[in-house]
Nanobody, 125 residues
Framework: QVQLVESGGGWAQFGGSLTLSCVVS????????VAWFRQTPGNERHFVAA????????SYTNSVKGRFTISRDAAKNTVHLQMNSLKTEDTAVYYC??????????????????WGQGTQVTVSS
């Protein structure tokens, strides 16, 4: 059974940086996609970024392009989200998710089969 464990959330000042990490365990075969979503109280989860395990496909929501970078460390089964130039509107609970389909299907939360527990990111002005 696939499990995702996030780490790296916390507090940052406006313009600062944080790096989130997602360790994937239990998955040994086949390509898949790992994505980050974020959610604020009373709102739906929104797509932030995704990467395929081949590393060939990366995708970002427009609001984070040029500021966030998603990457993977295949040897450690870990996906990182480097967040730079943080804004107060980046404040949210960030979730790591895995779509176990072998092809990249997109950004809809419904495509993602497994979710982590979430990690809080707070950006202050």
């Amino acid at each position: 059974q696939v499990q995702l464990v996030e780490s790296g959330g916390g507090w940052a000042q406006f313009g600062g940086s944080l790096t989130l990490s997602c360790v994937v365990s239990g998955r040994t075969l086949g390509p898949y996609t790992v994505a980050w979503f974020r959610q604020t109280p009373g709102n739906e989860r929104h797509f932030v970024a995704a990467i395929t395990t081949s590393g060939e496909i990366t995708s970002y929501t427009n609001s984070v392009k040029g500021r966030f970078t998603i990457s993977r460390d295949a040897a450690k089964n870990t996906v990182h989200l480097q967040m730079n130039s943080l804004k107060t509107e980046d404040t949210a609970v960030y979730y790591c998710a895995a779509d176990l389909d072998r092809y990249y299907r997109g950004r809809a939360p419904a495509y993602y089969d497994v979710w982590g527990q979430g990690t809080q990111v707070t950006v202050s002005s």
